[in-house]
């Protein structure tokens, strides 16, 4: 029996300038849809009567509305799951809201519509009455919890690990689609060769060598991969986080430092001091209610980050991306004497002579 598989939503592949070093490309390719670490992501199940889809009706002309609203065993399940990434001690962590537009991740349960997430930061270009994130099957199902882990996965920065080029799988292309084209899963072949069959970019997948227990990895039946040969009789992962899988994400999301974050002073340039993928925290008090502006320097793409603490947790506020511009990340926001806010920026890759800086003013 085929089991059902995830879809993920199609994107636009990234559009960087022509002439970028190989280094530097690989580096944007790696970390593009990387939350920065030390992040907070909020999740919301939807639970209102308009929270729906409206679908046609075949012959009619008419639609019909299906709901996206999930019951509370299946959000339990999710919650476990979320609870079960956030026990291996990430550097992200998650916590649930009610209030949608606090929402990073919104989660629906459409029957009918699959199981698909938004990748990473992707999910910041969704709009906040839309979902991040869908579970279209009962997850309460024997086997099917690890669809929730495998969805947050996604929702972490994760791609399919099956589409990793370091896989070395040589599929029967004919087979896959007529398998995918059928039950349960009825997809187009567009939707197949997007999610199964395409090569990733080697600085995108989650690893230098395939890892077939990944959650992230699709099971298969026999008949469709014709090499390696000890998979012609199938891929058969356990749906639960492989010591890779955890690896990853500890890399990505190592456990936060208990020292306190130096302090940003207004006017005064801090070095960054960063290796690729580095990352480094700082706190700002403002001495006056005003717009600041803050910035970084150097021949370096980073992502800057700006949060409010609110009741202990970190609130996003405001941030820039400068990967692949000839631009630092600078942007204004307005910060308030007498609260707390902590910049957080992440160095994709530095390049030429001088170093790297942060500056608020």
């Not at 670490?37 to 009706?57: E, K, M, Q, R, W």
Request: aromatic share 10%; proline share 8%; charged share 20%.
């Amino acid at each position: 029996m085929t089991a059902r598989y995830c879809s993920l939503p199609q994107q636009p592949a990234p559009s960087y300038p022509p002439g970028l070093a190989a280094e530097r490309l690989g580096a944007l390719m790696a970390g593009r849809r990387m939350w920065v670490n030390g992040t907070v992501l909020h999740y919301c199940f939807f639970d209102g009567d308009s929270d729906a889809s409206a679908i046609p009706v075949p012959g009619t002309g008419e639609t019909r509305r299906v709901s996206w609203v999930g019951a509370e065993e299946q959000r339990e399940v999710v919650r476990e799951c979320f609870r079960e990434w956030q026990g291996l001690g990430i550097g992200v962590s998650f916590a649930e809201t009610g209030v949608r537009s606090e929402a990073e991740l919104r989660i629906g349960f459409q029957g009918g519509d699959g199981s698909w997430s938004a990748v990473g930061r992707d999910a910041l270009s969704v709009g906040t009455a839309e979902r991040t994130m869908n579970l279209g099957w009962d997850l309460t199902a024997p086997g099917q919890r690890g669809t929730a882990l495998h969805q947050i996965g996604h929702a972490l920065g994760m791609l399919h690990e099956h589409q990793s080029p370091f896989a070395g799988i040589h599929w029967d292309d004919e087979a896959v689609y007529a398998d995918l084209a059928g039950p349960p899963n009825h997809w187009s072949r567009d939707r197949t060769h997007f999610n199964i069959l395409r090569k990733l970019d080697p600085d995108e997948v989650n690893g230098s060598v395939w890892d077939p227990l990944s959650v992230m990895e699709y099971p298969f039946a026999a008949g469709l991969i014709l090499e390696p040969e000890e998979y012609r009789g199938g891929v058969h992962p356990p749906g639960s986080l492989s010591p890779a899988d955890k690896e990853f994400v500890l890399r990505w999301y190592p456990p936060a430092g208990r020292r306190e974050p130096a302090l940003l002073e207004p006017f005064r340039s801090v070095p960054l001091r960063l290796g690729p993928g580095g990352q480094a925290d700082f706190t700002i008090e403002p001495p006056e209610t005003r717009t600041y502006t803050v910035g970084t320097f150097g021949a370096c793409d980073t992502v800057a980050v700006v949060f409010e603490e609110r009741d202990g947790e970190p609130r996003f506020l405001a941030g820039r991306d400068d990967g692949g511009t000839p631009h630092n990340a600078t942007f204004g926001v307005r910060l308030v004497r007498g609260r707390r806010y902590v910049v957080r920026v992440r160095l994709y890759s530095a390049w030429g002579s001088g170093g790297s800086a942060v500056m608020c003013w």
